[in-house]
Nanobody
């Protein structure tokens, strides 16, 4: 059983940066592709970024492309989401999730383990 715990969320001004971490335990992280998702109040949860088991393949939602960077350190059992040039519309609860697919796709049903979520608020 894999457990995921997100951290790093905070209140930040527009244009600022945050780095989210997703720490895994209970199973080797390199068994799983990982996705970051977010859910803003009153909206559906949406995909933000994906990374393959090895880290060689990444994917981004159009809304964050060029501003966010996903990475992973399997030795530390941690996946990161570096978020730069943050905008108010990035405000949401951010979740990391794991799939057994080596290269994840955007479909949320494939993700079998989810973290509890971490709040990111972008506001002046």
């Amino acid at each position: 059983q894999l457990q995921l715990v997100e951290s790093g969320g905070n209140l930040v001004q527009p244009g600022g940066s945050l780095r989210l971490s997703c720490a895994a335990s209970g199973s080797p992280l390199d068994y799983y592709g990982i996705g970051w998702f977010r859910q803003a109040p009153g909206q559906d949860r949406e995909g933000v970024s994906l990374i393959s088991r090895s880290g060689a393949s990444t994917n981004y939602a159009n809304s964050v492309k060029g501003r966010f960077t996903i990475s992973r350190d399997n030795a530390k059992s941690t996946v990161y989401l570096q978020m730069n040039s943050l905008k108010p519309e990035d405000t949401a609860i951010y979740y990391c999730a794991a799939t057994r697919l080596p290269i994840p796709t955007w479909g949320q049903s494939q993700f079998i383990y989810w973290g509890q979520g971490n709040q990111v608020t972008v506001s002046s």
